[in-house]
């Protein structure tokens, strides 16, 4: 075998006459006569001690320090998952390579059951990657054991042969069972077809669980005597990280759990792997479901001066407002406190640690809400320009790192400059968008503020610290000493590494789903008594959750049935939330936060977008289970390409898809009777409606207006009265996206592109009126018409949250974006949301938003003083 000569693996063990090296194919012990006089760094240390093998390191202040998880010297880390290392394949008893890449098969036009086998085939062989992996995770592990053993009967043992045998217990039967696991399932997927059965192996392993649960219950003492013996014996300090392996064997349970339920969704129900999995999925889930509440202590423990366990409960990123600015940090929920920080800036070469910026007890904690004697401290935000050319800089750099990669082949160093760049801006994107208060207040001490995106996300902290609370819990006070000890576990107890930003995504992770998501919710149940009852949704985009639509209250009910459907804009989501909430009409109980939600959440949860199951033409029925509550919901996927495409009605009797130059004409009006209607009913009872042209509307109510209007239906006017408003706002905005062409013309479109990038205000001022006054005045008036009704509705901002900028991202690309024929040489990726272009309409808006009003006679009377051509 051929020793690996690259830099990928630190190793300083030492042991007498011994030499531990990384071949090719698996570690290995002993004195190898090929390897080490060929090999550059046969020495006791292959690799400088400052070599780092983990990258989820993070720094709160932006500062990106590389190291190991404790900053000391530790065995191999190998990523068991093959998603995380793509260019990783499988190796049969013969050396030849499966590769856990898409078989030729997998292609469109074959049958729904190939698909699925050649779907469950590719879970299969990426299984069989990491089975590899873990079978040299395992022989790792069992490595230093020989050696250990040989020297237990010497005159100078390094550890007692008792010693030897609790550290290592059942890691041997473990490493046999999962070698004979590997080599039976290695040749049925080299000899792959729809007849080949792999249930009975999976089963076979479940069976075996009982040597897991052996391992389990030695697991704590395993770890105590490894620490134990590194502390009284320098020899095997060397080697006492093999608690961080020993970790390995309880992972790998979970892990199989959940290629279970993968090869349990691609395996036709008459297939005879079926039952075989079925049973597998079920042993293994009631052997973790015996164990799980032993391993999280033992995993997330920290020891009390007192001698009890102080678990850690949850972690995450989180904005803290602190002394007016926004800062971010890692808060960790343990049982017993709340500890807020952010990680230290060290030297090169030093391992990271986290500085506690403060505690609460748990006992002393409470929600605090603002009250009249409360102020509301000045939060530093961005306006939303920066926000949103944050986005539009980040979509720039997507598709610059997408240009480098095919150019040359993801390896250059442009391609990391890119990619810092990114980090940067999503970080700071990350930092300045959430907007919603999060206040926790130490009851014999100060208030503390974060801001988070997401009422789910505020809801899912609350409820995790008031779980606690329910236990009879003490007052703790933490000396200088414990809390640097308490501090410095953090690193090793964190669950979230990484903040949520693309840049710490692996390149082969979905990039997330870009286009319009229809969601029907329909019922919900598990109610235990009438409520006043509806549900929010939610989607992530750029690392945050954004609210997107809300359905009608449905009252004094235990099985409210909703049944309405809405179109949700993805940038990039992957995920879908539904909140359920009751209601509240009682006034005194207003909070006067105006971001604070009085409403009581009853119920949340949440749904990946699964590309493959999603973008069918058909709906996906799906239930989400919260708090013993069943929300079923419907949902489907159009992509960007599809949706926004500008199709002509082919019945020019109606209005929508119909010129509108055509329609003024056969209504003898100046502007369409549908745009005057909707401004007029929005402005009537909704000016004041909280993201009003922002949320979404009842899609079903939507069309049932669309349609009515089409018709030109004599109950319209009953019909607008007794719509959700948000549903009329939704009609006026698919009327202008459905136009065959802009409001603001295909012809127009370049110049208008132009003119809002003219840096000299007059010239800008010249050309942007000039644009106006050379549109069709059917087109004119009806803009102008559109742009004082949204000055209106931007002047209750305070109250419905909707500035002039979010307006104009709202209407910018519905009034401009050019038709599909004249956009031929304008075509963009799907993803490209955040465009330049998209930008750009958006400022074109934005400037007449922000202009004093604009008349129409003014406009045609100074026509004369104008002499640019269009």
């Known amino acids: 075998r051929s020793c690996y ?31 080490i006089p060929h090999h550059p760094d046969a020495q006791l240390s292959l690799l400088p001690p400052d070599f780092n093998y983990n990258t989820d390191g993070y720094d709160g202040d932006a500062a ?41 098969g997998l292609l469109p036009g074959v049958s729904a059951c190939t698909k699925g086998l050649e779907m469950k085939k590719l879970v299969l062989s990426g299984f069989l990657a990491s089975e590899e992996i873990y079978i040299n995770q395992l022989e790792a592990l069992l490595l230093p ?37 590997y080599d039976a399932l290695y040749p049925n997927i080299q000899q792959w077809d729809d007849k080949v059965t792999v249930g009975h192996l999976f089963q076979k392993l479940a069976s075996q669980l009982g040597v897991y649960k052996a391992f389990v219950d030695n697991y704590k003492v395993a770890v105590e005597t490894a620490e134990k013996c590194s502390q009284a014996n320098s020899q095997f300090q060397k080697i006492s990280e093999v608690s961080t392996l020993l970790y390995k064997p309880i992972d790998r349970v979970t892990r199989s759990t959940l ?37 999280d202590p033992r995993r997330t423990a920290v020891t009390t001066p007192k001698g009890e366990a102080r678990q850690l409960v949850k972690d995450g990123f989180l904005v803290e407002v602190s002394e007016g600015s926004r800062k971010l940090r890692h808060v960790f929920l343990f049982t017993d406190l709340l500890l807020c920080a952010k990680m230290k800036k060290t030297a090169v070469g030093k391992h990271q640690q986290y500085d506690c910026k403060w505690y609460i007890p748990l006992a002393d904690l409470t929600f605090q809400t603002l009250d009249d004697s409360d102020s509301c401290p000045h939060v530093q935000t961005l306006p939303e320009h920066e926000i949103e050319e944050m986005k539009t800089k980040i979509s720039a750099i997507k598709s610059e790192i997408q240009k480098e990669k095919v150019a040359l082949k993801g390896q250059s160093r442009a391609l990391e400059r890119l990619r810092k760049k990114m980090n940067e801006q999503e970080s700071c994107l990350l930092l300045h968008s959430p907007m919603i208060p999060f206040r926790i207040h ?69 990039p997330g789903l870009y286009g319009f998501l229809h969601v029907i919710v329909h019922s919900a149940k598990g109610f235990k008594q009438s409520a006043n ?31 309405e459907e809405f179109e949700i804009e993805l940038e990039g989501s992957q995920c879908l939330r539904i909140l359920c909430y009751e209601k509240c009409y009682d006034k005194s109980k207003l909070n006067k ?93 909704g000016i004041e409606e909280v993201g009003i042209y922002r949320i979404s509307g009842v899609a079903t109510d939507i069309q049932a207006l669309k349609a009515a209007f089409d018709t ?76 004082e009704h949204l000055k209106r509705v931007a002047e209750k901002e305070p109250v419905n949250k909707m500035s002039l900028h979010n307006l104009a991202t709202v209407f910018g690309p519905t009034l401009l974006r050019p038709s599909e024929e004249s956009n031929k040489g304008h075509i963009t990726l799907a993803s490209d949301i955040w465009s330049h272009d998209v930008m750009a309409q958006v400022q074109v808006l934005l400037y007449y938003l922000q202009h004093p009003p604009i008349s129409f006679t003014e406009l045609k009377r100074n026509t004369l003083y104008f002499s640019t051509d269009v």
């Not at 592109?753 to 087109?779: V, Y």
Request: one cysteine or more; charged letters at 25%; hydrophobic letters at 35%.
């Open 64 to 104: 990106e320090d590389r190291k190991s998880q404790d900053g000391s010297e530790t065995m191999p880390f190998i990523d068991e998952s093959p998603t995380m290392s793509p260019q990783l394949c499988a190796r049969g008893p013969d050396g030849e390579a499966v590769s856990p890449t898409p078989p030729e």
């Open 533 to 563: 009852l509806y549900c929010t949704l939610e989607v992530d985009s750029f690392g945050y959750f954004v609210s997107k639509a809300k359905t009608r209250v449905f009252r004094d009910t235990t099985e409210p049935q909703w049944n």
């Open 593 to 685: 936060d105006d971001n604070e939600i009085v409403d009581k959440i009853m119920g949340k949860g949440q749904v990946q977008l699964d590309p493959q199951t999603v973008q069918s033409k058909n709906w996906h029925m799906d239930v989400i289970e919260m708090n013993g509550i069943k929300v079923e919901f419907s949902m489907k996927f159009t992509s960007r390409d599809l949706s926004l495409k500008r199709t002509p009605s082919k019945k020019q009797s109606g209005v929508f898809g119909v010129k509108i130059s055509v329609v003024t004409k056969r209504e003898r009006s100046k502007v369409p009777y549908i745009v005057r209607q909707c401004i007029e009913e929005v402005e009537k009872r």
């Open 442 to 510: 130490n009851k014999h001490g100060k208030s503390y503020l974060f801001l988070l995106s997401s009422d789910y996300e505020r809801s899912e902290w609350r409820e995790a610290i008031q779980k606690l609370q329910k236990k009879d819990l003490q007052a703790c006070v933490l000396s200088s000493v414990e809390l640097q000890v308490l501090t410095g576990s953090c690193f090793k107890l964190r669950t979230v590494h990484n903040i949520p930003v693309t840049s710490n995504k692996d390149d082969e992770e979905s």
């Open 5 to 35: 000569a690259v830099p990928t693996v630190h190793i300083n063990i030492l042991f007498p006459s011994y030499l531990f090296y990384f071949c090719q194919d698996r570690f290995s012990v002993g004195l190898c006569c090929c390897c």
């Open 712 to 787: 030109n239906t004599k109950d319209i006017l009953v019909m607008l009265s007794d719509m959700d408003i948000n549903a009329i706002a939704g009609t006026l905005k698919l009327y202008f996206r459905e136009l065959p062409e802009p409001l603001l013309t295909d012809r127009l479109y370049p110049a208008f592109m132009e003119g809002i990038a003219l840096s000299d205000p007059a010239a800008k001022e010249n050309c942007m009126m000039h644009l106006l006054r050379s549109l069709p005045d059917p087109n004119l008036i009806t803009f102008l018409t559109l742009l």
């Open 259 to 295: 290629v279970l339920h993968d090869l349990l969704k691609h395996t036709p129900k008459d297939h005879p792997d079926f039952p075989l999995l079925q049973d597998a999925l079920r042993i293994s889930q009631n052997f973790l479901s015996s164990i799980n509440e032993e391993i």
């Open 145 to 181: 054991m020989r050696p250990l053993k040989a020297t237990a009967t010497t005159s100078q043992p390094v550890l007692t042969n008792q010693q030897i045998e609790t550290i290592f217990y059942k890691i041997q039967d473990i490493f046999e069972i999962h070698k004979e696991f």
